[in-house]
């Protein structure tokens, strides 16, 4: 068996889960079961959001140690899924590497929605929160447009900086400046529905969700790291719409 | 009881916010439709029990418990992460609106009305998170009982 091999495909495994949207925990139960799966007698694994750390000591008493650096997230639960799928049927049926690394290469395929569905879907998004806070019907639409100029934007500030506070920072800002512009040319009538809106396609869902998952699950450091990203992006949404507001003069 | 127009509305928005966080974190298939169905009907408790008892923190405490069940159920039941039910069911309680009138009282200096906001904001966004705890761990015990008694049987 080739130890080291096996170890870089379940560490590529555990690297995709986390990127594409697991908590901790799953990462480090996967890791351990597909490792104990295959004979290890003692696997430790730490996880934490940017990195995972495994040390794995074989049957013959040989140890092998591995980490991954995780630099960026693409939240991707469909994926996730899927290698949820594919870490289950490593361990149930201990299939050769050649298998594993077919089997990886299918779960990358795992494609978005294309770039037209993902506007239609940043629209959604946007107009349905601006509806769900009390918006009426021009604000839907003015909000679902500006939910797809955001998509425009973040393609375009993602190209030259992929910061997450940059293009917070950007964002909101933009979405500020044209929520104000459109409603005082009087396209809509709530700049504060369509801002909300669009804010909700800027906010950190998931990264809350797995934080207070995390917690639960006694991953406290990596709670507390998600937790803290998600107050800094929170952040700085609002400095990207104060710089909007006090450029514009005011909220209307 | 009569539920007013506003609220309806707000609950047939609350599908579809759910819907559409679903569709962003990429999901696909019949998970989305279901995801919705999370976050409508959570909502709906979250306001039915605006009615009897009118207090946020309970409501979003509840309204949390309920979407973090049925989303553990969900994955059960369809052998899938939880975490695909539990984060687009969870969207319409995450206080975009806190943040927002937060952040604007800050800016035009009314400090009075922006302190008031950010405890509430941080209030609900606890709540929530207790909510989801309180939930998690009733369902961690009952699984954990079934598992005991499985283990019973088999050895029994």
Redesign the interface.
Known sequence: MRTKELITFVLDIGEQMLIS???VN?VEDSITRMCSAYGAKRVNVLTITSSILVTVKMDDGEMYTQTRRIRSYL???????KL??LSRYICDHKPDLEEIERRIEIVDEVG??SPK?QYG??A??AS??T????GDVSDAIVSALIGMLLKLMMGFIRKIDKNTVITNVFCSFIVGLVTILSVSLGFGTNV?HI??GN???L?P??A???A??D??SGDTISGLLRLNEAFVI?VS??SG??LA??LMG??V | MMMDMHDVIQIIAAYFTSVSFALLYNIRGNAVNLAGIGGMVSWALYLGIGYFYPNEIVQYFFAAALVTWYSEFMARKLKMPAVVFLSPGIIPFVPGRGLYYTMSYALNGEMTLFSEMGIETVTIAVSIAAGIMAAAAIYRIVRGIERFNKRKKRTA
Not at chain 1, 75 to 81: G, I, Q
């Open positions: 949207g697991a908590e799953r939240t991707n639960l469909n994926k996730l899924d949820n799928d978005t929605y569905q879907i940043y959604l998004v349905s929160f509806v769900f806070f009390g504060d801002i909300i804010i909700m396609l906010i869902g998931l809350l969700t797995n207070i998952k917690i639960i929170a949404i609002a719409f104060s507001t006090l005011g909220l």
